[in-house]
């Protein structure tokens, strides 16, 4: 921000000779100065001890980096506390699926036998990687038929023992000839209505028509490896997937065994790793290219090879300080996610804005021949009032996100908050001591100096001469833009879950491996689980969800809903004598009547002598996933497997089944919980809708709080937050224009934009103020200084989420980037342009002696 008329009194003198008369600037500047510069080495020293552990606190929080969709949300939310119920009470249900494309059914054999290698391999992990590996459902499907009676509705078993004692009956008629009429034909040993009945509860859950998981008609194959641990995020699946990629590189892959096949990762742990994976290389990709950007504008603009010295170690003790701080007590932010994870490259753009006004105050200064020491008083006392009110309008803008229940809101504007305050902290104690001496030690090096404000010149000119033309752009413009905005509803927020994951996941990645995987299976892997209290809850439960399933949405979005009554059947003893009944009624004259393509069911209702019921521990785990708790305990769950489609990435879709399984889990107080990744997804979205406007609304008043203390209630403060609101509109309408949608990660532009981009409407009106409200040319010219070197900086800190592969930081680096330009453009155009048509008013009388 500019500096003050009393500041640029100060400074003439000092230019015309009396550098020793700094009258206007206050004794505390001048003693804090003093202070800085006397005890710089001491200062400095303090600041690299406490970098120590601020640098491992900050390190801790990138390497805790997490993509788990419960980080997102408030620890109350109903689908993160039920998930932590969920890990709580039963064991893992999370999966890593390894899909091999055959390339054609001739080579599915080959990848059996590859996938066959590999699972031998996998068996040998230790168990707190892996539970279980599976190429199929074999041992589930047999133990199924072992146990057909049990498993067949008690009156299917009756109907299959009248219609054999029907047939044994005929039988016996007629070799004694006692038909009551000859040409009574004999009763049909059909049971293919029974069989398919029987075929829906083979298999543990998959949909495989045999007992391998392989598809003739995709030519896939797939091997499944049921993690231990149950967790969204990464937890020690990335040393499971290390270890899998690992032998599949031992076993030469899949092209070793035929020509031609393929494979790839699906999953949950494959989700994980690859979303976090994709957030390591974004971050280590956007810190690189932030600082070498800065580090260049710094030298293009300061043309001092040491202002890098000057700015960039102040700037990053302040980032470590930052995460360091934010870390402890009362804000306790112990890890990283989706939202926060970019905030170093963007406190870095933001941040070194206050150390640029700092040193541009300096160096313009120095190069009037002003010494060392009263240069930097005067550039502390300059620029401390305009950067200290930036550095609170930045931070109240982050710090509305505080106010808000969602967590990735909440983080984001505790560090955004912490960072803008210390970041002009840091750079008006460190920046002082460090410049005087770099500049002291120059030798033979350049001085400092600046470019000139070429561009803004010409801004400057184009403005004086056409303000008219401008505002009626202007105006048409927002006309056009509110016009764009009165259509605005929740067609304009992202309800397409699959858009803001990365962009190569459904190309080569796990969503395309993902698919081919649940195509293979027919259903979901990973199913959603109903929480209840006792065993009569959740059959009530149940119950509620087969009626509820007669209709839309649950009839058309789940494969199948089990419980333990499914898998531990009822009747047991009577079903027992009923299969006795059976096998003492099929005869072998009857069974020989039976045609061979209509003996399945009997033979595997006769195949087995069943002698005693079955329980828990005579089960494959498999059939008891999602069933049997920690604790041993089985019934008080019912499980939920969802029909793959692309309905379950739509929020409307998404949040109506969540709220369908919500409500059959309504059974009274408690109601059971419904836990899994689906309704994390709909509270995400629930949650943006609550805290998205609450949070923009409380960014706004909180920078109208920062400029009324600057200006006060006057027609200044109207024509800041009049700019700041037509920016917003224009940014609104430009994102509804170009189809950018309002997501999770990108609602975050708004309120930021607030803070940040009110800086550039508050630079004019304080410069023009400054010059007794003469001329506004000057004040545009202003701003093409430091003050665009300000907004070049934090476009390249926003500017580096466009590198992200995750498409939600790639949408909030963009709406970002558009904030800060049309920001600028109202700022430094449309403003201008007003205060030249407007009436001219006595100078204003507006104090801005508020620094240091």
Request: hydrophobic share 45%; proline share 6%.
């Amino acid at each position: 921000m500019e500096l003050p008329a009393a500041a640029r009194l100060g400074v003439q003198d000092a230019r015309g000779g009396r550098v020793s008369d700094l009258d206007p600037v206050p004794a505390r500047t001048r003693r804090f100065v003093a202070f800085t510069l006397r005890h710089g080495r001491l200062i400095w020293l303090v600041a690299l001890v406490l970098a120590v552990p601020a640098v491992w606190r900050t390190a801790a929080l990138y390497a805790n980096l997490r993509s788990e969709l419960e980080h997102l949300l408030p620890r109350s939310a109903p689908s993160v506390t039920a998930i932590e119920e969920l890990r709580a009470r039963l064991p893992g249900l999370q999966h890593l699926g390894v899909v091999v494309d055959a390339g054609g059914a001739q080579n599915l054999p080959a990848g059996e036998r590859f996938l066959d290698d590999l699972a031998t391999r996998i068996r040998t992990y230790p168990p707190e990687l892996v539970r279980s590996v599976r190429v199929g459902n074999d041992a589930e499907r047999a133990f199924l038929e072992q146990h057909a009676p049990l498993y067949l509705d008690k009156p299917d078993l009756v109907t299959v023992r009248e219609r054999i004692e029907a047939r044994r009956d005929w039988e016996v008629a007629k070799a004694a000839d006692q038909l009551l009429d000859d040409d009574e034909g004999p009763p049909p040993l059909d049971f293919t209505d029974l069989e398919k009945k029987y075929e829906s509860k083979a298999g543990g859950g998959e949909r495989v028509p045999t007992g391998r998981f392989s598809s003739r008609a995709i030519a896939h194959t797939l091997l499944v490896v049921d993690v231990a641990p149950f967790s969204t995020g990464q937890g020690k699946g990335a040393e499971l997937f290390r270890r899998v990629k690992a032998d599949v590189a031992a076993l030469g892959g899949p092209e070793k065994y035929a020509a031609g096949m393929r494979l790839g990762y699906a999953g949950d742990i494959a989700i994980s790793v690859e979303e976090t994976q994709a957030l390591k290389e974004d971050l280590s990709l956007s810190s690189v290219v932030v600082l070498l950007l800065v580090g260049g504008a710094l030298l293009v603009y300061f043309r001092w090879s040491r202002s890098l010295l000057a700015l960039i170690p102040p700037l990053l003790l302040a980032t470590v300080y930052t995460f360091a701080l934010a870390s402890l007590p009362p804000f306790r932010v112990t890890e990283l996610n989706s939202n926060t994870a970019f905030l170093g490259s963007i406190i870095v753009g933001n941040g070194i804005n206050f150390g640029i006004i700092l040193l541009a105050r300096f160096t313009e200064e120095r190069r009037q021949g002003v010494k060392l020491e009263d240069a930097m008083t005067i550039a502390v006392w300059g620029a401390s009032p305009g950067t200290l009110s930036a550095s609170l309008a930045a931070s109240a803008a982050y710090g509305s996100l505080i106010l808000t229940e969602f967590r990735g809101f909440r983080q984001f504007g505790y560090i955004g908050l912490i960072g803008m305050f210390l970041s002009w902290a840091v750079s008006f104690v460190l920046i002082p001591p460090l410049t005087v001496w770099l500049d002291r030690n120059a030798g033979s090096a350049r001085s400092p100096a600046t470019t000139t404000g070429v561009v803004m010149g010409k801004v400057a000119l184009l403005v004086t001469r056409w303000p008219r033309a401008i505002l009626l752009g202007g105006a048409l413009l927002t006309l056009a833009s509110l016009v764009k905005l009165s259509g605005v509803s929740e067609q304009n927020l992202e309800f397409d879950f699959s858009k803001l994951r990365r962009a190569d996941t459904w190309v080569d990645g796990e969503g395309y491996w993902g698919r081919k995987m649940d195509a293979v299976l027919g259903s979901y892997l990973t199913p959603t689980v109903l929480l209840a209290d006792s065993p009569e809850q959740a059959r009530a439960v149940r119950e509620r969800l087969e009626t509820a399933r007669q209709k839309p949405p649950l009839s058309e979005m789940v494969t199948r809903v089990f419980s333990i009554d499914d898998v531990i059947p009822g009747d047991q003893l009577d079903k027992l004598e009923e299969a006795r009944k059976i096998r003492a009624a099929l005869t072998p004259r009857v069974r020989a009547q039976i045609p061979d393509d209509k003996r399945t069911l009997v033979d595997r209702l006769l195949s087995h002598e069943l002698t005693r019921p079955v329980g828990p521990d005579d089960l494959p785990p498999r059939l008891l996933v999602g069933l049997r708790e920690r604790d041993g305990r089985v019934g008080n769950t019912v499980v939920v497997f969802p029909k793959p489609s692309r309905e379950l990435w739509q929020g409307p879709p998404l949040a109506a089944f969540v709220a369908s399984l919500r409500n059959a889990a309504d059974t009274g107080q408690p109601a059971a919980r419904v836990a899994g990744s689906l309704p994390l997804s709909a509270d995400i979205l629930a949650s943006v809708r609550r805290d998205g406007v609450f949070a923009s609304i409380a960014a706004f008043l909180g920078v109208f709080l920062v400029v009324f203390g600057l200006f006060r209630f006057s027609r200044t403060t109207l024509l800041v937050m009049g700019t700041l609101a037509v920016g917003v509109a224009w940014l609104g309408a430009f994102a509804m224009l170009t189809g950018v949608k309002v997501n999770f990660a990108n609602f975050i532009a708004f309120p930021i934009t607030f803070g940040i981009g009110v800086d550039y409407a508050t630079n004019v009106m304080s410069r023009y103020l400054s010059d007794g409200e003469r001329d506004v040319g000057p004040a545009i010219r202003a701003t093409g200084g430091a003050v665009a070197l300000c907004s070049v900086t934090t476009v390249i800190g926003y500017s580096s989420l466009l590198l992200a592969e995750n498409r939600a930081l790639f949408l909030f680096g963009l709406l970002a980037v558009l904030g800060e330009l049309v920001c600028l453009a109202a700022g430094v155009l449309l403003l201008p342009a007003l205060l030249l048509v407007l009436p001219k008013r006595p100078r204003s009388s507006v104090s801005f002696d508020r620094g240091i």
